[in-house]
């Protein structure tokens, strides 16, 4: 009790606090936008739930990783070197989820411009991506190994901007807790606009890309990554007013002054 106290009267514990419940919340939306398309693949009553468990898997991950700060530390001392560099176990990790994140992007797009690829059935063709078929326990299990990659890099980074334990507990809390509540509407969103699946997938594939070149040792400064992600979504945006405003207006509601009358009976 005395840590604690001790922690949260130091002014430099709360700016940490602040500044690292920020950071974990972007990290977090990494982890977002694969389990949002990944759960809209789902019938729509299984959903929810797979999203639960797998923000649920994300917070126990980090939590248990935190419990376990010495030993994430030294996931960072080299294992071995090839061509003067060295590769540690966090460097492995992030190397095998970029890859698994550029497989899984690419795979999805590929789903959805050539839907019926693998399934030339006229019940599938031009109705539904591929792979929409996937069970409930796959998707999960693609969830979970995508957080355990998120998580070491998320605990990664709370360590490197704070030495207070219980800060790092609660901003990664706080993080889950924002990630547990704009889930469902993100969720729906990227299933309502096809056009943002594919923004989407975009942007896995750059941070796929990015957890490679972090593992090959190529330091990408994430303000930059987020910055392209975040001028992306905007002019997305911009193309989405766009397109409504083209839209045709409604035909006036019947009884108004403009419908014709109705012939007598």
Known sequence: MDYLVQTFTAP???AALAALIVMEVVLGIDNLIFISILTNKLPEHQRSSARRIGIAGALILRLLLLGTIAFIVQLTSPLFTVFDHGFSVRDLILIAGGLFLVWKATKEIH???EPEADDPSPTRRGKMPKGT?????A???QILILDAVFSIDSILTAVGMTDYLPV???AVIVAVIVMLIAADPMAE???RHPTIVMLAL???LLIGTTLIAEGFGAHLPKGYIYAAMAFSAFVEALNMMARKSRRPKSHAAPGSASEPPSSAS
């Open 133 to 137: 078929g996937v069970g409930f326990a």
């Open 202 to 204: 975009g942007f896995l």
């Open 111 to 113: 789903g959805h411009i």
């Open 168 to 170: 790092m507990f609660i």
């Open 12 to 14: 430099d514990a709360w």
């Open 189 to 191: 969103f990227i299933r």
């Open 139 to 141: 998707v999960v299990t």
